[in-house]
Protein backbone atom coordinates (compact mmCIF):
# COMPACT_ATOMS: atom_id res chain seq x y z
CA UNK A 1 0.00 0.00 0.00
CA UNK A 2 1.35 3.52 -1.01
CA UNK A 3 1.05 6.06 2.15
CA UNK A 4 0.64 9.72 0.45
CA UNK A 5 0.87 11.17 3.96
CA UNK A 6 2.51 10.90 7.62
CA UNK A 7 1.10 8.22 9.83
CA UNK A 8 0.63 9.48 13.60
CA UNK A 9 2.91 7.61 15.52
CA UNK A 10 4.38 8.84 18.96
CA UNK A 11 5.78 7.55 22.02
CA UNK A 12 3.41 5.55 24.19
CA UNK A 13 2.93 8.62 26.61
CA UNK A 14 1.34 8.30 30.20
CA UNK A 15 0.70 3.91 30.59
CA UNK A 16 3.09 4.47 33.32
CA UNK A 17 2.98 7.13 36.13
CA UNK A 18 6.08 8.16 36.59
CA UNK A 19 6.72 8.15 33.11
CA UNK A 20 3.96 9.97 31.88
CA UNK A 21 4.99 12.77 34.46
CA UNK A 22 8.38 12.62 32.89
CA UNK A 23 7.84 13.28 29.36
CA UNK A 24 4.77 15.28 29.47
CA UNK A 25 7.20 17.59 31.44
CA UNK A 26 9.38 17.62 28.58
CA UNK A 27 7.19 18.31 25.82
CA UNK A 28 4.87 20.65 27.90
CA UNK A 29 7.56 23.22 29.80
CA UNK A 30 4.81 25.22 31.04
CA UNK A 31 3.19 23.09 33.03
CA UNK A 32 5.97 21.76 34.97
CA UNK A 33 6.86 25.74 35.13
CA UNK A 34 3.24 25.91 36.78
CA UNK A 35 3.54 23.63 39.28
CA UNK A 36 6.61 24.90 40.57
CA UNK A 37 4.69 27.87 40.35
CA UNK A 38 2.41 26.94 42.64
CA UNK A 39 4.70 25.12 45.11
CA UNK A 40 2.97 21.96 44.28
CA UNK A 41 5.22 18.45 45.42
CA UNK A 42 7.29 16.97 42.59
CA UNK A 43 5.41 13.35 43.55
CA UNK A 44 2.05 15.29 44.13
CA UNK A 45 2.27 16.36 40.55
CA UNK A 46 3.58 13.55 39.54
CA UNK A 47 0.75 11.55 40.85
CA UNK A 48 -1.68 14.50 39.81
CA UNK A 49 -0.56 14.50 36.18
CA UNK A 50 -0.24 11.03 35.51
CA UNK A 51 -4.09 10.68 36.77
CA UNK A 52 -5.20 13.66 34.75
CA UNK A 53 -2.88 13.26 31.18
CA UNK A 54 -4.23 10.83 28.67
CA UNK A 55 -4.22 10.62 25.38
CA UNK A 56 -7.02 10.88 22.93
CA UNK A 57 -7.26 7.85 21.57
CA UNK A 58 -11.17 5.98 21.41
CA UNK A 59 -13.12 6.48 18.40
CA UNK A 60 -16.65 7.63 18.42
CA UNK A 61 -17.98 4.24 17.76
CA UNK A 62 -15.33 2.92 20.50
CA UNK A 63 -16.68 4.52 23.55
CA UNK A 64 -16.26 1.73 25.43
CA UNK A 65 -12.85 0.93 24.40
CA UNK A 66 -11.00 4.57 25.64
CA UNK A 67 -7.29 4.06 25.82
CA UNK A 68 -4.94 5.71 27.90
CA UNK A 69 -1.79 6.27 25.99
CA UNK A 70 -0.95 6.89 22.47
CA UNK A 71 -0.41 3.60 19.81
CA UNK A 72 1.34 2.68 17.25
CA UNK A 73 -0.86 0.95 14.82
CA UNK A 74 -0.16 -0.59 12.16
CA UNK A 75 -2.24 0.18 9.20
CA UNK A 76 -2.53 -3.19 7.77
CA UNK A 77 -2.48 -6.65 8.57
CA UNK A 78 -2.42 -5.60 12.39
CA UNK A 79 -5.31 -7.30 13.90
CA UNK A 80 -4.49 -4.97 17.48
CA UNK A 81 -5.06 -1.90 14.94
CA UNK A 82 -9.13 -1.90 15.26
CA UNK A 83 -8.64 -2.60 18.86
CA UNK A 84 -6.06 0.32 19.64
CA UNK A 85 -6.78 3.39 17.83
CA UNK A 86 -4.57 6.08 17.18
CA UNK A 87 -4.02 9.13 19.09
CA UNK A 88 -4.09 13.16 18.09
CA UNK A 89 -4.33 14.93 20.93
CA UNK A 90 -2.80 14.81 24.33
CA UNK A 91 -4.58 16.05 27.71
CA UNK A 92 -1.96 16.81 29.95
CA UNK A 93 -3.87 18.88 33.26
CA UNK A 94 -1.60 20.29 35.67
CA UNK A 95 -3.08 20.37 39.24
CA UNK A 96 -5.16 23.67 39.74
CA UNK A 97 -6.41 24.96 42.76
CA UNK A 98 -9.09 27.81 42.85
CA UNK A 99 -10.60 29.75 45.57
CA UNK A 100 -13.98 28.18 47.11
CA UNK A 101 -17.70 29.09 46.72
CA UNK A 102 -16.37 31.83 44.24
CA UNK A 103 -15.75 32.33 40.53
CA UNK A 104 -13.07 30.74 38.89
CA UNK A 105 -11.06 29.50 35.96
CA UNK A 106 -10.04 26.57 35.12
CA UNK A 107 -7.36 26.03 32.28
CA UNK A 108 -7.95 22.67 30.15
CA UNK A 109 -4.97 22.34 28.18
CA UNK A 110 -4.58 20.17 25.17
CA UNK A 111 -2.08 19.38 22.43
CA UNK A 112 -2.27 18.57 19.14
CA UNK A 113 0.60 15.91 17.92
CA UNK A 114 2.87 17.76 15.78
CA UNK A 115 2.19 17.57 11.99
CA UNK A 116 -1.58 17.06 12.51
CA UNK A 117 -4.39 19.67 12.97
CA UNK A 118 -8.38 19.23 14.55
CA UNK A 119 -11.43 21.38 13.27
CA UNK A 120 -11.66 23.96 15.99
CA UNK A 121 -14.99 24.64 18.15
CA UNK A 122 -15.78 26.88 15.03
CA UNK A 123 -14.62 25.03 12.04
CA UNK A 124 -16.30 27.24 9.65
CA UNK A 125 -18.12 23.96 7.99
CA UNK A 126 -21.53 22.08 8.29
CA UNK A 127 -19.95 19.33 7.36
CA UNK A 128 -16.30 19.50 9.62
CA UNK A 129 -16.65 18.29 12.79
CA UNK A 130 -15.78 20.67 15.92
CA UNK A 131 -14.09 20.02 18.52
CA UNK A 132 -16.32 20.13 21.67
CA UNK A 133 -15.90 19.34 25.26
CA UNK A 134 -18.77 17.83 27.16
CA UNK A 135 -18.96 18.20 30.67
CA UNK A 136 -21.25 15.99 33.35
CA UNK A 137 -22.48 17.09 36.59
CA UNK A 138 -20.21 16.83 39.44
CA UNK A 139 -21.33 17.71 43.03
CA UNK A 140 -20.36 20.82 44.22
CA UNK A 141 -19.29 22.11 41.11
CA UNK A 142 -21.42 25.03 38.77
CA UNK A 143 -19.86 25.36 35.50
CA UNK A 144 -20.73 27.88 33.26
CA UNK A 145 -19.84 27.46 29.09
CA UNK A 146 -16.64 26.46 28.54
CA UNK A 147 -14.44 29.60 26.39
CA UNK A 148 -12.92 27.45 23.57
CA UNK A 149 -10.06 29.38 22.10
CA UNK A 150 -9.87 30.85 18.53
CA UNK A 151 -8.45 28.74 15.70
CA UNK A 152 -6.21 29.44 13.30
CA UNK A 153 -7.18 29.55 9.39
CA UNK A 154 -5.51 26.66 7.49
CA UNK A 155 -5.40 25.20 4.03
CA UNK A 156 -4.70 21.99 2.68
CA UNK A 157 -1.88 21.75 0.26
CA UNK A 158 -3.79 20.78 -2.55
CA UNK A 159 -6.11 23.35 -1.96
CA UNK A 160 -4.95 26.44 -1.01
CA UNK A 161 -8.23 28.41 -1.56
CA UNK A 162 -9.90 26.60 0.86
CA UNK A 163 -9.97 27.70 4.37
CA UNK A 164 -10.90 25.76 7.48
CA UNK A 165 -10.35 26.76 11.18
CA UNK A 166 -8.52 24.58 12.85
CA UNK A 167 -6.13 23.97 16.39
CA UNK A 168 -2.35 23.04 15.96
CA UNK A 169 0.05 22.69 18.44
CA UNK A 170 -1.21 23.14 22.11
CA UNK A 171 -4.70 25.01 23.03
CA UNK A 172 -6.00 25.58 26.28
CA UNK A 173 -10.01 25.87 27.08
CA UNK A 174 -11.39 27.67 30.03
CA UNK A 175 -13.68 26.52 32.07
CA UNK A 176 -15.55 29.13 34.44
CA UNK A 177 -16.90 27.27 38.00
CA UNK A 178 -17.78 27.95 41.33
CA UNK A 179 -17.05 24.96 43.63
CA UNK A 180 -16.91 24.28 47.36
CA UNK A 181 -14.27 23.58 49.40
CA UNK A 182 -12.86 19.94 48.49
CA UNK A 183 -11.23 17.92 46.05
CA UNK A 184 -13.64 18.03 42.94
CA UNK A 185 -13.43 16.16 39.97
CA UNK A 186 -15.36 16.70 36.89
CA UNK A 187 -16.08 14.13 34.00
CA UNK A 188 -15.74 15.20 30.73
CA UNK A 189 -15.66 13.70 26.86
CA UNK A 190 -13.45 15.35 24.30
CA UNK A 191 -14.84 15.01 20.24
CA UNK A 192 -12.22 15.52 18.07
CA UNK A 193 -11.71 14.93 14.33
CA UNK A 194 -7.81 14.82 13.00
CA UNK A 195 -6.24 15.67 9.52
CA UNK A 196 -3.05 16.15 8.39
CA UNK A 197 -1.91 17.43 4.89
CA UNK A 198 -3.12 14.73 2.48
CA UNK A 199 -5.50 12.73 5.36
CA UNK A 200 -8.05 12.94 7.81
CA UNK A 201 -9.36 10.05 10.30
CA UNK A 202 -12.05 9.57 11.71
CA UNK A 203 -13.86 11.32 14.67
CA UNK A 204 -12.70 10.41 18.23
CA UNK A 205 -14.51 10.70 21.58
CA UNK A 206 -12.13 10.32 24.48
CA UNK A 207 -12.35 10.66 28.36
CA UNK A 208 -10.59 13.17 30.28
CA UNK A 209 -10.90 14.10 33.93
CA UNK A 210 -10.42 17.56 35.38
CA UNK A 211 -9.25 17.64 39.10
CA UNK A 212 -8.98 20.20 40.92
CA UNK A 213 -9.07 21.77 44.77
CA UNK A 214 -10.93 24.31 45.87
CA UNK A 215 -10.41 26.07 49.54
CA UNK B 1 12.94 10.22 28.30
CA UNK B 2 15.78 9.96 26.45
CA UNK B 3 14.48 7.46 23.88
CA UNK B 4 11.23 8.93 23.50
CA UNK B 5 12.75 12.45 22.57
CA UNK B 6 14.86 10.73 20.34
CA UNK B 7 11.90 8.99 18.91
CA UNK B 8 10.10 12.49 18.59
CA UNK B 9 12.95 14.10 16.75
CA UNK B 10 12.89 11.16 14.37
CA UNK B 11 9.31 11.30 13.91
CA UNK B 12 9.33 14.71 12.98
CA UNK B 13 11.76 14.40 10.05
CA UNK B 14 9.89 11.14 8.73
CA UNK B 15 7.06 13.08 9.29
CA UNK B 16 8.11 16.09 7.13
CA UNK B 17 9.23 13.29 4.78
CA UNK B 18 6.07 12.32 4.14
CA UNK B 19 4.76 15.50 3.86
CA UNK B 20 6.92 15.68 1.20
CA UNK B 21 6.17 12.60 -1.04
CA UNK B 22 2.65 13.61 -0.65
CA UNK B 23 2.80 16.49 -1.71
CA UNK B 24 5.91 17.92 -3.59
CA UNK B 25 7.80 14.95 -5.29
CA UNK B 26 6.91 13.10 -8.41
CA UNK B 27 7.68 9.76 -6.19
CA UNK B 28 5.48 9.82 -2.90
CA UNK B 29 7.31 7.67 -0.37
CA UNK B 30 5.65 4.47 0.46
CA UNK B 31 5.55 3.14 3.91
CA UNK B 32 3.41 2.13 6.42
CA UNK B 33 4.51 2.17 9.96
CA UNK B 34 4.55 -1.26 11.45
CA UNK B 35 3.10 -1.24 15.18
CA UNK B 36 4.95 -1.01 17.85
CA UNK B 37 8.13 0.64 16.19
CA UNK B 38 9.18 3.71 17.53
CA UNK B 39 10.03 5.83 14.62
CA UNK B 40 11.59 5.95 11.10
CA UNK B 41 14.32 7.35 9.53
CA UNK B 42 15.09 8.25 5.73
CA UNK B 43 16.56 5.12 5.13
CA UNK B 44 12.87 3.51 6.03
CA UNK B 45 11.43 5.28 3.04
CA UNK B 46 11.82 2.63 0.58
CA UNK B 47 10.19 0.33 2.93
CA UNK B 48 6.46 -0.83 2.28
CA UNK B 49 4.33 -2.84 3.81
CA UNK B 50 1.47 -3.54 1.51
CA UNK B 51 -1.59 -3.87 1.98
CA UNK B 52 -2.92 -7.40 2.19
CA UNK B 53 -5.52 -6.94 -0.42
CA UNK B 54 -3.17 -6.43 -2.94
CA UNK B 55 -2.50 -8.88 -5.64
CA UNK B 56 -5.99 -10.37 -4.28
CA UNK B 57 -9.73 -10.33 -5.77
CA UNK B 58 -11.04 -7.36 -4.12
CA UNK B 59 -13.30 -8.93 -1.16
CA UNK B 60 -17.02 -8.69 -2.17
CA UNK B 61 -19.82 -6.64 -0.91
CA UNK B 62 -23.15 -5.49 -1.22
CA UNK B 63 -23.99 -2.09 0.06
CA UNK B 64 -26.71 0.60 -0.19
CA UNK B 65 -26.42 3.34 -2.62
CA UNK B 66 -28.13 6.90 -2.04
CA UNK B 67 -31.40 5.76 -3.51
CA UNK B 68 -31.71 2.90 -0.78
CA UNK B 69 -30.76 0.41 -3.39
CA UNK B 70 -28.02 -2.06 -3.15
CA UNK B 71 -25.32 -2.62 -5.45
CA UNK B 72 -22.53 -5.15 -5.68
CA UNK B 73 -18.76 -5.21 -6.39
CA UNK B 74 -20.26 -7.78 -9.05
CA UNK B 75 -22.64 -5.39 -10.80
CA UNK B 76 -19.53 -4.33 -11.71
CA UNK B 77 -17.57 -7.58 -12.93
CA UNK B 78 -15.58 -7.26 -15.95
CA UNK B 79 -14.56 -3.05 -15.13
CA UNK B 80 -11.34 -1.94 -14.11
CA UNK B 81 -12.21 0.10 -10.77
CA UNK B 82 -11.30 2.77 -8.64
CA UNK B 83 -13.10 1.89 -5.09
CA UNK B 84 -12.31 5.53 -3.27
CA UNK B 85 -13.27 5.30 0.40
CA UNK B 86 -13.84 8.80 1.70
CA UNK B 87 -15.62 10.59 4.68
CA UNK B 88 -17.92 14.26 4.69
CA UNK B 89 -15.34 15.62 7.15
CA UNK B 90 -12.41 14.50 5.12
CA UNK B 91 -11.28 18.12 3.07
CA UNK B 92 -8.46 16.08 0.95
CA UNK B 93 -10.74 13.53 -0.41
CA UNK B 94 -13.02 16.36 -1.56
CA UNK B 95 -10.30 17.52 -3.43
CA UNK B 96 -9.48 14.40 -5.25
CA UNK B 97 -13.37 13.88 -5.66
CA UNK B 98 -13.86 16.14 -8.35
CA UNK B 99 -10.40 14.39 -10.01
CA UNK B 100 -12.30 11.23 -10.31
CA UNK B 101 -15.50 12.33 -11.46
CA UNK B 102 -13.35 13.64 -14.29
CA UNK B 103 -11.40 10.14 -14.79
CA UNK B 104 -14.30 8.36 -14.39
CA UNK B 105 -15.99 10.40 -17.53
CA UNK B 106 -12.58 10.56 -19.29
CA UNK B 107 -11.97 6.84 -19.47
CA UNK B 108 -15.62 5.56 -19.60
CA UNK B 109 -15.18 4.04 -22.94
CA UNK B 110 -12.57 2.07 -21.38
CA UNK B 111 -14.94 0.58 -18.99
CA UNK B 112 -13.78 2.40 -16.28
CA UNK B 113 -15.71 3.39 -13.26
CA UNK B 114 -15.55 4.80 -9.95
CA UNK B 115 -17.22 3.88 -7.01
CA UNK B 116 -17.37 5.87 -4.09
CA UNK B 117 -17.62 4.41 -0.27
CA UNK B 118 -18.42 6.74 2.07
CA UNK B 119 -16.66 6.10 5.59
CA UNK B 120 -19.10 7.96 7.54
CA UNK B 121 -22.59 6.88 6.55
CA UNK B 122 -23.88 7.38 10.17
CA UNK B 123 -24.22 11.24 9.00
CA UNK B 124 -27.13 10.36 6.82
CA UNK B 125 -28.18 10.12 3.06
CA UNK B 126 -29.08 13.97 2.99
CA UNK B 127 -26.13 15.15 4.43
CA UNK B 128 -23.60 12.85 2.22
CA UNK B 129 -26.26 13.48 -1.15
CA UNK B 130 -25.60 17.40 -0.54
CA UNK B 131 -21.81 16.94 -0.17
CA UNK B 132 -21.50 14.82 -3.36
CA UNK B 133 -23.51 17.06 -5.34
CA UNK B 134 -21.41 20.43 -3.97
CA UNK B 135 -18.12 17.93 -5.25
CA UNK B 136 -20.09 17.57 -8.88
CA UNK B 137 -20.10 13.88 -8.18
CA UNK B 138 -22.24 11.69 -10.25
CA UNK B 139 -20.28 8.53 -9.75
CA UNK B 140 -22.18 6.22 -7.42
CA UNK B 141 -21.67 7.02 -3.76
CA UNK B 142 -22.35 3.64 -1.49
CA UNK B 143 -22.79 3.41 2.34
CA UNK B 144 -20.19 1.67 3.88
CA UNK B 145 -21.34 -1.34 6.66
CA UNK B 146 -18.92 -3.12 9.15
CA UNK B 147 -17.78 -5.80 6.67
CA UNK B 148 -16.94 -3.62 3.92
CA UNK B 149 -14.69 -2.19 6.09
CA UNK B 150 -13.59 -4.87 7.64
CA UNK B 151 -12.37 -6.34 4.49
CA UNK B 152 -11.35 -3.47 2.60
CA UNK B 153 -10.10 -1.02 5.31
CA UNK B 154 -8.72 -4.08 8.19
CA UNK B 155 -8.48 -1.65 10.97
CA UNK B 156 -6.71 1.72 8.93
CA UNK B 157 -8.06 5.26 9.49
CA UNK B 158 -6.92 6.68 6.94
CA UNK B 159 -8.91 8.83 4.32
CA UNK B 160 -8.96 9.08 1.50
CA UNK B 161 -7.68 5.44 0.68
CA UNK B 162 -8.30 4.05 -3.09
CA UNK B 163 -8.44 0.43 -4.19
CA UNK B 164 -7.37 0.28 -7.84
CA UNK B 165 -9.03 -2.92 -9.21
CA UNK B 166 -8.48 -4.14 -12.71
CA UNK B 167 -10.84 -5.96 -15.12
CA UNK B 168 -10.36 -9.49 -13.88
CA UNK B 169 -11.07 -8.00 -10.24
CA UNK B 170 -7.75 -8.12 -8.72
CA UNK B 171 -6.42 -5.45 -6.39
CA UNK B 172 -2.93 -3.92 -8.18
CA UNK B 173 -2.57 -0.62 -5.84
CA UNK B 174 -4.15 0.80 -2.70
CA UNK B 175 -3.11 3.93 -2.19
CA UNK B 176 -3.61 5.85 1.01
CA UNK B 177 -4.28 9.70 1.28
CA UNK B 178 -4.50 12.24 -0.99
CA UNK B 179 -2.61 11.22 -4.40
CA UNK B 180 -1.66 13.99 -7.18
CA UNK B 181 -4.31 14.09 -9.93
CA UNK B 182 -1.18 12.94 -12.66
CA UNK B 183 -0.56 10.39 -10.24
CA UNK B 184 -4.10 9.16 -9.69
CA UNK B 185 -4.37 9.52 -13.79
CA UNK B 186 -1.54 7.40 -13.78
CA UNK B 187 -2.35 4.84 -11.66
CA UNK B 188 -6.39 4.34 -13.53
CA UNK B 189 -4.31 3.95 -16.67
CA UNK B 190 -2.32 0.80 -15.05
CA UNK B 191 -5.49 -0.46 -14.04
CA UNK B 192 -7.31 -0.45 -17.59
CA UNK B 193 -4.52 -1.63 -18.78
CA UNK B 194 -3.57 -4.31 -16.44
CA UNK B 195 -7.36 -5.70 -16.96
CA UNK B 196 -5.98 -6.08 -20.78
CA UNK B 197 -3.12 -7.96 -20.69
Redesign the interface.
Given at each position: MKIMHSLEHFPDYCRVENYCHSERSEEFPHFARTATLSAISKKALRRTVALLALVAATATTQMGRAQLGGQFSGQFGNADAANHPKSYIVYAAESQTIPANRRAMLELRFQVVAGFHVNSHTPKSELLIPTTLTLQPASGVKVSPLVYPAGETYSFPSAPGEKVDVYKGNFTLKLPVVATAGEHSIDATLRYQACDNASCYPPKTVPVKILFTAK | ?M???I??VL??G???L??R???HTQQ????????????ETEASESA?????L?GKSAPAFTLLNLDGKKVSLSDFKGHPLLINYW???????K?EMPWLEEFNKKYAASGFQVVGIT??SEVGKA?IAR?TKQLGVTYPILLSDAKAEADYL???????ISFYIDKTGKVI????????KDEIEDKIKETIAAGSK
Open positions: - | MAAGALWSWHNREGAVPSHIVQPSGQAAESPSPLGTYCGPCVYDTASGTEILPEVVAGQGR
